[in-house]
């Protein structure tokens, strides 16, 4: 598994979809527990899977478990405003294709990594914040504190991850905002569809391969 620590850190995004409705409303830590569970099926059948097959397991549980919606206005910050509606659906849309692209292409091996709860605070009936450790197979370990809120429909869904500090919600704020004060809407998709594209294309080449990419 590559880069597993920028992975988590932007964050990327998983048990399969089934099921999701009725456990999320009292229990926030529910989607933390399918994205975990998921991740980990993929790790351990990467090779049997390839690229193209954990992009399919993982794609459901992803959009089901994160917030795509809060989180494309945050990231997008004063921007998003300005944006058409139709310019507003295709951002979304792509920012979860990377989102699934990105879990899929870097979550390629398994070396018995395991994830743990460390803490769940409830913060209040709409926000929660559950923390979890990635215990590596050597041992190490990677702070991963999970923030949720209620969607619309009172569902708990997946906000922002904080690996070791670092916020994924502000990492890409931070780029987007960059992006588009410089070069506009149209260079920052341009940017999020050619990492989609390097994703598939390193996983086309790497297929059957046999080999697991660890750092």
């Given at each position: ?6 992975l ?17 409303a ?38 089901e478990?994160?917030d ?24 979304l ?28 605070d ?17 041992g ?58 390097q ?17």
């Open positions: 598994m590559r880069n597993m620590r920028s988590i850190a932007a964050m990327a995004l998983l048990v399969m979809a089934t099921g999701v409705q009725g456990a999320d009292g229990d926030p830590a529910a989607p933390v527990a399918r994205l975990h569970d998921a991740l980990l099926d993929i790790m351990k059948r990467a090779d049997e899977l390839g690229y193209r097959g954990r992009y399919a397991a993982i794609e459901p549980v992803v959009n478990s994160f795509f919606p809060a989180i494309g206005r945050i990231v997008m910050g004063r921007y998003w405003a300005g944006l058409t509606e139709q310019d507003k659906k295709e951002f849309e792509t920012f979860a294709k990377l989102s699934v692209a990105t879990y899929a292409s870097r979550f390629d091996g398994y070396d018995g990594e395991a994830f743990r709860t460390a803490g769940n409830k913060q209040n009936e709409n926000n929660a914040l559950v923390k979890t450790e990635l215990v590596k197979g050597n190490e370990t990677v702070s991963l504190n999970y923030q949720l809120r209620t969607d619309t429909d009172g569902k708990w869904r997946i906000l922002n991850v904080v690996a070791d500090g670092v916020s994924d919600l502000s990492l890409k704020r931070a780029e987007y905002a960059s992006i588009m004060s410089t070069d506009g809407y149209a260079a920052l998709m341009t940017k999020l569809n050619a990492k989609i594209a994703y598939e294309g390193d996983g086309a080449a790497t297929a059957g391969s046999g080999n697991t990419r660890q750092e």
